[in-house]
């Protein structure tokens, strides 16, 4: 039989697949990836065919429908919450969406389709246990969504006589079950918690109880929904036919987990019943259907899978294609498997280094740079580009069919691409604001539909106007009025930072933020405002070193080797997803007191000349105050330390710079012959 699972991405879903594939059935699987990941089906992807789809999309249903004798329909958004902050929405993916299902199923001709329900339909139908023939009397909008849902199949039974059976889940949980989305529900939201050392929330008294039902449990009963005769039109309740309060749910689980801490109560949550219980004697009779993991059990695998996972969202080794056949990377026996790196913005400063750092490591690894070259110079990596282990593309990480058509072939992504440099934030605003905000929801859109870990480059620019000593990573952010230049960089970078978070949260993004806190090193450019270069450049020349303000002003600089050092372990790292951390060194020199080290470490008469800050920027232009950053998180988590000086920074650029100016040199009499 070949079987088509829509929501086969989610929670539910990735376990049904992997149920079909046992019983030796072809599976095609489909899944929008609003609420489902990739990373669910890893270990399956090589077996079935998946199609990335959403069920909204009625013409896209044909392709992946045809030639399939039965439909298991899960595809939802799941969460009476979010259908009361967005009713319309639940409404368009559940009962739209599920009559887009059953009109492309009937013209596939597909034999039968088990669909999804809940019992939340049964709302404030009074008495227990809840049994089919109950009146529904949904009160969110997510139960009506539902409950029109199994409308629509009795319909299209009695109408077309496509065979239709509606299964109403009561509570469900197990491995997979999302804990870090703002909806998850409620066991895997109190493992993590306890977990993590924090009080999980009961809404209301905890009095309330449900029949919660081990995800293998509702595997089974899909597998006899498909093949039980006379059962076309019928819904039936999917559960353990036992209830639990909330409070004593989470007592069990502090107990399993061992944790101290102890829950707290929140106000009642508008939607929800009070108590829930099934009777399942007529799935008992017409499937064969009886719960094998019972709640203990089911607890115990629950815990024991939470317990040995990141508690950040995990990454999918699979590319996934609208109506695409895909395939993860095979592991390679007795080998490390090769990750496979993008790089955007790979041919600027920083991005060559990281780019030969990966090659010298031990580990294998394949590098594909993307850079426009606006600021970026192919000559930083020509020497690195050999077009199998490391490939050059050029373009924009704005682009968003190139960069997704990149993160097909992509492990981890670090994401570098963005303007630099004081002097051109201030002179071009806009460019600065709309290309950092643009080229991270395009990347992070990629990364969402392919499976791919992301460290977001951030500045030390954003925590604006705090000044004090050692910024930590949770401080707020203080910027000046938006009206001024200077802070259109910071602005833009908060905004990517709030968007890889919402990506993580929402979307089950593997990502980590980085704050870098003035690096510099050789092939760093002068052109936009960076201060070494241009100071060394203005040395070997004989000029004078041109200071704006009154040099007092003091930076923490960050030799660029060791600013790679710490993005490659935290790219490794696996307790770095969904946090911020903060690059840099602490230890604080003046501008005037750089200019005077390059002049003597470069052995250079120049002097210094003092330029006042109206004369070098626009009006408007605002100096920063001291910055130095707290690395203790960094640290803990990798071990990293500085292990470059400012001396040793300005002695590599001083060398980098006299090399290329006695390249230049030597080319010139070959250029006039």
Not at 182 to 201: M, T
Not at 571 to 589: E, M, R
Not at 636 to 648: K, N
Request: charged share 20%.
């Amino acid at each position: 039989m070949r079987a088509l699972v829509t929501g086969g991405a989610g929670f539910i879903g990735s376990h049904i697949v992997r149920g079909l594939l046992a019983a030796g059935h072809e599976v095609r699987a489909i899944d929008n990836l609003s609420t489902g990941r990739l990373a669910n089906l890893d270990e399956v992807m090589e077996d079935i065919e998946f199609y990335e789809l959403d069920i909204r999309d009625a013409a896209g249903l044909g392709v992946p429908m045809s030639g399939c004798d039965a439909v298991i329909h899960l595809a939802a958004l799941p969460s009476v919450p979010r259908s009361i902050a967005d009713p319309a929405a639940s409404h368009e993916a559940n009962a739209t969406g599920t009559l887009n299902v059953l009109r492309s199923a009937r013209e596939a001709g597909v034999r039968r389709v088990v669909s999804a329900s809940s019992s939340s339909i049964y709302g404030a139908a009074q008495g227990l246990p809840k049994r089919e023939e109950m009146r529904p009397l949904p009160i969110s909008p997510y139960a009506v969504s539902k409950l029109a849902a199994e409308s629509y199949g009795r319909s299209f039974y009695e109408v077309y006589g496509l065979e239709t059976v509606a299964l109403r889940y009561f509570n469900v949980f197990g491995p997979r079950q999302d804990p870090n989305s703002e909806y998850a529900a409620v066991i895997p939201k109190f493992i993590r918690a306890f977990r993590l050392g924090e009080a999980p929330v009961i809404f209301g008294d905890g009095e309330q109880s449900r029949d919660f039902t081990y995800v293998d449990n509702v595997v089974a009963a899909n597998m006899a929904a498909l093949n039980a005769d006379g059962i076309g039109g019928r819904v039936y309740n999917i559960a353990c036919g036992a209830g639990i309060t909330l409070n004593e749910i989470a007592a069990r689980l502090r107990e399993a987990i061992g944790a101290e801490v102890q829950p707290t109560h929140g106000p009642d949550r508008i939607g929800d019943v009070r108590h829930s219980l099934a009777d399942i004697s007529a799935a008992r009779a017409d499937l064969g259907y009886e719960p094998s993991v019972g709640l203990e059990e089911g607890i115990r695998r629950t815990v024991a899978h939470y317990l040995g996972q990141d508690w950040g969202p995990q990454s999918a080794r699979a590319r996934n294609g609208r109506l695409k056949l895909v395939h993860p990377q095979a592991e390679v026996s007795g080998k490390q498997r090769e990750q496979r790196y993008l790089i955007t913005g790979g041919a600027g400063f920083i991005g060559s280094h990281l780019t030969e750092a990966l090659i010298q490591r031990d580990q294998p690894a394949t590098i594909t740079i993307l850079d426009d070259l606006s600021t970026g110079s192919f000559e930083n990596v020509e020497h690195l580009v050999d077009g199998e282990r490391v490939r050059f593309v050029r373009g924009s990480a704005t682009d968003a069919a190139k960069v997704d058509e990149l993160m097909r072939d992509a492990d981890r992504c670090i994401h570098l691409a963005s303007a630099v440099g004081v002097q051109m934030i201030v002179n071009e605003p806009l460019d600065t604001l709309m290309r950092s905000v643009r080229s991270s929801n395009v990347v992070m859109h990629a990364a969402t539909r392919n499976g791919v870990r992301v460290l977001f480059s951030s500045t030390s620019e954003v925590y604006g106007k705090q000044s004090h000593r050692l910024l930590a990573e949770d401080d707020d952010l203080i910027f000046g009025s938006p009206s001024k230049g200077r802070w259109t960089y910071a602005i833009a970078k908060s905004f990517g930072e709030a968007l890889i978070h919402g990506y993580s949260r929402q979307r089950g993004v593997d990502a980590t933020i980085v704050r870098l806190f003035n690096c510099v090193g050789p092939r760093q450019t002068g052109t936009y405002g960076m201060v070494l270069p241009r100071f060394v450049r203005q040395a070997l020349a004989g000029e004078n070193l041109t200071v704006y303000g009154d040099g007092k002003q003091t930076r923490c600089f960050t030799h660029v080797r060791d600013t790679v050092a710490a993005l490659l372990a935290l790219s490794d790292a696996d307790g770095a997803c969904g946090h911020t951390y903060n690059i840099g060194t602490p230890n604080l020199i003046s501008i005037y007191e750089l200019a005077r080290r390059v002049i003597v470490r470069s052995g250079s008469d120049s002097g210094i000349m003092l330029v006042p800050y109206e004369e070098a920027y626009p009006s408007g232009f605002e100096e920063l105050g001291t910055r130095v950053p707290d690395t203790t998180a960094l640290r803990e988590l990798t071990g990293w330390e500085a292990q470059f000086s400012i001396d040793d920074a300005i002695d590599d650029v001083i060398a980098h710079e006299r090399a290329r100016l006695a390249e230049a040199a030597a080319l010139e009499p070959a250029a006039g012959a």
